[in-house]
C-alpha cells in the first residue's frame, strides 16, 4: 500500500520557489489518439511508480468516489476589429449579462474603455470599462447576444502554450467525455483522460462517482506577477455543488472509503465550499479560493491531476495538497522520464499530505 510521505513543510514560499525548467518538447500539442493511453504517474508514496492511465481502475478501492467536474467549454474565442483599424482577439471570460461580456483582449495596443469594435465582421461592440487584465465588452446591436455569437462564429480557445488554431479533432477532444454544462473556457483537463472504457472499469471496481460545475476561467492560465505569493490576487470561477454529490461524499467518507477529486477545479470547488460556508453542502457560488502549501484541506484525499505550469497558482495547489518538496521530486522525475506537459499531457494521482 502506498505510504503518506513527510508532513507539510509550512515555510514561506516565494514566486521562485515553483519555478522549473521544462523542456519545450515536452509541451503535447496534441492528445494522443486514444484517451487511456496516456501515462499516468503514480505519486502517492515517496518513489514514483510509471504508470498508464488505464490502470487507474485497479489502483482505486470498492466504496471510493469519483467528483469529476462536468462543465463544458465554449467556442470563447471570437476575432474581431476596431472601428479605427487593428485586430482584436476577444477572449470571453464569462457572461455577466447576455450582451455584456468580461473577455481577455489581445491587440497590438490595449484598448481603451470607449473603443468600438466588430466581432466577427457583423456584431457592433464597445469597450466600455477594465478592472486589471479583463474588459466589459457590450454588444450594441438589438438582435445580437454572445451565446449565438459563440455559436455561430466563435472558436473553441487552445491554451496559449499550444501554438496552432484549434482544429476539427479539438472539438471533441478538448472536452471531456461527461462534459454537460456549457460556460468554460478551458477544459478541466485531468477529467480528458477518461474514455468510456474506464469509467465501466471504474465502476465495476466498485467505485462510486459524483460531478460538480466550476466554469473554468481564463484567469487559470495568468501568471502570478508578485514575488510574495499572498499578494497574488486570485480570479474568481463559479460553481455549482449538488445536493447529490454532497450526500455521495459523506455516504462515502462514513463508509470510509477516499474523496477522489478529478482535477484541481474540483477541489477548488470542494474546498471552496467548505471555505465559504464552514461545511460542505449543496451550493451555488463564486470561488478565488487560492490554497498554497500550508493549507489544511477538509475534503480531498486523493487528486489526479495533469501536470502544471511553473510560477502556477495550480502548482502551488499541489503542492499544499502533496507536499513541495515531493512535488519537487515527481516533476524532476517526469521531466527526466520524458512525460508529456500540460492540457494534453499526462497525468499523475496523488495523495494527500498527512497534517
Given at each position: 500500500?502506498?505510504?503518506?510521505?513527510?508532513?507539510?513543510?509550512?515555510?514561506?514560499?516565494?514566486?521562485?520557489?515553483?519555478?522549473?525548467?521544462?523542456?519545450?518538447?515536452?509541451?503535447?500539442?496534441?492528445?494522443?489518439?486514444?484517451?487511456?493511453?496516456?501515462?499516468?504517474?503514480?505519486?502517492?508514496?515517496?518513489?514514483?511508480?510509471?504508470?498508464?492511465?488505464?490502470?487507474?481502475?485497479?489502483?482505486?478501492?470498492?466504496?471510493?468516489?469519483?467528483?469529476?467536474?462536468?462543465?463544458?467549454?465554449?467556442?470563447?474565442?471570437?476575432?474581431?476589429?476596431?472601428?479605427?483599424?487593428?485586430?482584436?482577439?476577444?477572449?470571453?471570460?464569462?457572461?455577466?449579462?447576455?450582451?455584456?461580456?468580461?473577455?481577455?483582449?489581445?491587440?497590438?495596443?490595449?484598448?481603451?474603455?470607449?473603443?468600438?469594435?466588430?466581432?466577427?465582421?457583423?456584431?457592433?461592440?464597445?469597450?466600455?470599462?477594465?478592472?486589471?487584465?479583463?474588459?466589459?465588452?457590450?454588444?450594441?446591436?438589438?438582435?445580437?447576444?454572445?451565446?449565438?455569437?459563440?455559436?455561430?462564429?466563435?472558436?473553441?480557445?487552445l491554451p496559449p502554450y499550444m501554438q496552432?488554431?484549434?482544429?476539427?479533432?479539438?472539438?471533441?477532444?478538448?472536452?471531456?467525455?461527461?462534459?454537460?454544462?456549457?460556460?468554460?473556457?478551458?477544459?478541466?483537463?485531468?477529467?480528458?483522460?477518461?474514455?468510456?472504457?474506464?469509467?465501466?472499469?471504474?465502476?465495476?471496481?466498485?467505485?462510486?462517482?459524483?460531478?460538480?460545475?466550476?466554469?473554468?476561467?481564463?484567469?487559470?492560465?495568468?501568471?502570478?506577477?508578485?514575488?510574495?505569493?499572498?499578494?497574488?490576487?486570485?480570479?474568481?470561477?463559479?460553481?455549482?455543488?449538488?445536493?447529490?454529490?454532497?450526500?455521495?461524499?459523506?455516504?462515502?467518507k462514513a463508509r470510509g472509503g477516499r474523496?477522489?477529486?478529478?482535477?484541481?477545479?474540483?477541489?477548488?470547488?470542494?474546498?471552496?465550499?467548505?471555505?465559504?460556508?464552514?461545511?460542505?453542502?449543496?451550493?451555488?457560488?463564486?470561488?478565488?479560493?487560492?490554497?498554497?502549501?500550508?493549507?489544511?484541506?477538509?475534503?480531498?484525499?486523493?487528486?489526479?491531476?495533469?501536470?502544471?505550469?511553473?510560477?502556477?497558482?495550480?502548482?502551488?495547489?499541489?503542492?499544499?495538497?502533496?507536499?513541495y518538496d515531493h512535488i519537487r521530486s515527481?516533476?524532476?522525475?517526469?521531466?527526466?522520464?520524458?512525460?508529456?506537459?500540460?492540457?494534453?499531457?499526462?497525468?499523475?494521482?496523488?495523495?494527500?499530505?498527512?497534517?
Amino acid at each position: 500500500m502506498p505510504q503518506t510521505h513527510a508532513a507539510r513543510a509550512t515555510r514561506a514560499y516565494s514566486l521562485a520557489d515553483f519555478y522549473y525548467a521544462l523542456p519545450p518538447e515536452l509541451i503535447a500539442q496534441y492528445p494522443l489518439p486514444v484517451r487511456s493511453a496516456s501515462r499516468l504517474l503514480d505519486g502517492r508514496s515517496d518513489a514514483p511508480v510509471d504508470r498508464t492511465f488505464s490502470d487507474l481502475p485497479s489502483l482505486l478501492r470498492p466504496g471510493d468516489l469519483l467528483v469529476f467536474n462536468n462543465t463544458k467549454v465554449l467556442n470563447a474565442r471570437l476575432r474581431a476589429a476596431k472601428t479605427s483599424g487593428g485586430v482584436v482577439e476577444v477572449l470571453v471570460e464569462r457572461l455577466l449579462t447576455p450582451t455584456l461580456a468580461l473577455t481577455q483582449l489581445r491587440a497590438s495596443h490595449a484598448p481603451k474603455p470607449g473603443t468600438r469594435i466588430v466581432i466577427a465582421g457583423k456584431r457592433n461592440a464597445e469597450i466600455i470599462g477594465r478592472d486589471d487584465r479583463f474588459f466589459q465588452v457590450q454588444l450594441l446591436d438589438a438582435d445580437s447576444d454572445f451565446e449565438t455569437l459563440m455559436r455561430d462564429a466563435g472558436e473553441l480557445p487552445l491554451p496559449p502554450y499550444m501554438q496552432r488554431a484549434a482544429g476539427e479533432s479539438d472539438t471533441s477532444r478538448y472536452q471531456t467525455v461527461y462534459a454537460q454544462h456549457a460556460g468554460a473556457v478551458a477544459a478541466p483537463t485531468a477529467g480528458l483522460h477518461f474514455d468510456e472504457a474506464t469509467l465501466t472499469a471504474c465502476r465495476a471496481r466498485g467505485v462510486a462517482m459524483a460531478e460538480v460545475t466550476l466554469h473554468v476561467g481564463a484567469g487559470t492560465f495568468l501568471p502570478v506577477k508578485t514575488e510574495t505569493i499572498a499578494e497574488h490576487k486570485m480570479h474568481r470561477e463559479r460553481y455549482v455543488l449538488p445536493q447529490a454529490t454532497v450526500d455521495a461524499i459523506n455516504v462515502c467518507k462514513a463508509r470510509g472509503g477516499r474523496v477522489v477529486a478529478v482535477g484541481t477545479t474540483s477541489v477548488r470547488t470542494l474546498e471552496g465550499c467548505v471555505r465559504e460556508c464552514g461545511e460542505l453542502r449543496a451550493h451555488e457560488s463564486e470561488t478565488d479560493i487560492f490554497i498554497t502549501p500550508g493549507y489544511e484541506f477538509r475534503v480531498v484525499d486523493l487528486l489526479l491531476t495533469n501536470f502544471h505550469l511553473p510560477k502556477s497558482t495550480l502548482l502551488m495547489l499541489v503542492s499544499a495538497f502533496s507536499g513541495y518538496d515531493h512535488i519537487r521530486s515527481l516533476y524532476a522525475h517526469a521531466i527526466a522520464e520524458r512525460y508529456r506537459f500540460f492540457s494534453y499531457g499526462d497525468a499523475m494521482l496523488l495523495q494527500k499530505n498527512a497534517p
